[in-house]
């Protein structure tokens, strides 16, 4: 590290290098990149606070040695310890937006990014969207994306964890939805009494134990309590689908991703009509039912 400290000098130099440096060092990548090059070029950008996407004016800017040596020091952190780029440079993207994380919450990956960017079309009527939970919100970045695509309606973004709710708390801020969004800390729905939404969204824990136990080592930085859902992974879900119904108006609708746990959710409720969302973007492994269609068929469970 100390060669490259004093022989690396512009931004085209740290990307060939730190590529090389991630190509070598079988790192993991699942954290908003799937590959070396893109993630040496999220470290960068974060690190430099250039945006999302590099500008090729930027590559021969030449870099102070203090953004050198912090730089370095991240790439380092990154392989030595495995820790997720989003954590180093405190910032990960979805839905557009920029969100602050660190590992007392969840780095936002989910697909559901693209169905609020839809407003939820053609399931909702985006004019009757009047309130929103988002459950099991972590660092806000699903209650926040609703409050830009439905910009009258009331939020409230729940979450057991008073640590994640702290930084849901600095996104809210800092995307000005203090007015719009509501942040409560609740065990699911047990302190939000008899409110009812139009929409519940929820990316709830969904990891069973045998691929919890098996998670590289950079999962392993990110809260468990927000990952392990139980033997099957269902322990979260079947609370779901057991109280949704009673906090979901005429029509609402319950709309929840369960990821590697679809194949579990079908089996074990193989009469319950989910309907599997698709994406243009990421695996269609989120499911959307009625209020109507809880209480037909979950009641049955």
């Known amino acids: 590290m100390s060669e490259a400290l004093v022989e690396l000098s512009t931004l085209r130099d740290m990307v060939r290098w730190g590529f090389t440096q991630f190509q070598g060092a079988r790192l993991f990548y699942g954290h908003g990149t799937d590959n070396a090059w893109d993630e040496i070029i999220y470290l960068l950008l974060g690190s430099l606070a250039l945006?999302?996407?590099?500008?090729?004016?930027?590559?021969?800017?030449?870099?102070?040695?203090?953004?050198?040596?912090?730089?370095?020091?991240?790439?380092?952190?990154?392989?030595?310890?495995?820790?997720?780029?989003?954590?180093?440079?405190?910032?990960?993207?979805?839905?557009?937006?920029?969100?602050?994380?660190d590992p007392r919450v969840l780095i936002p990956r989910s697909s559901m990014a693209e169905l609020i960017e839809h407003q939820f079309r053609p399931w909702l009527d985006p004019d009757k969207a009047d309130i929103i939970l988002d459950l099991g919100t972590g660092s806000g970045c699903i209650a926040i994306a609703c409050a830009y695509a439905f910009p009258a309606a009331k939020i409230d973004a729940v979450d057991c964890s008073k640590e994640a709710l702290d930084v849901a708390s600095i996104n809210v801020a800092q995307h000005k939805r203090c007015d719009q969004i509501t942040l409560i800390q609740s065990d699911g729905f047990k302190n939000l009494n008899e409110r009812r939404y139009d929409v519940i969204i929820s990316n709830p824990p969904y990891v069973d134990a045998e691929d919890f136990a098996a998670l590289p080592a950079e999962y392993r930085h990110e809260p468990a309590i927000a990952l392990a859902a139980g033997i099957d992974g269902l322990d979260v879900i079947v609370q779901l689908l057991e109280q949704a119904e009673r906090h979901l108006k005429k029509g609402g609708l319950l709309i929840v991703e369960v990821g590697n746990s679809q194949a579990t959710v079908i089996k074990r409720f193989p009469r319950i009509p989910f309907v599997w969302l698709e994406f243009e973007r990421g695996e269609s492994e989120v499911f959307l039912l009625t209020q109507e269609q809880l209480i037909h068929h979950v009641k049955k469970m």
């Open 51 to 101: 945006g999302s996407t590099l500008n090729p004016r930027w590559l021969d800017a030449r870099l102070t040695q203090r953004e050198r040596t912090q730089i370095l020091q991240k790439i380092k952190r990154r392989i030595n310890e495995r820790l997720p780029t989003a954590y180093l440079v405190n910032q990960a993207w979805f839905a557009g937006l920029s969100f602050y994380v």
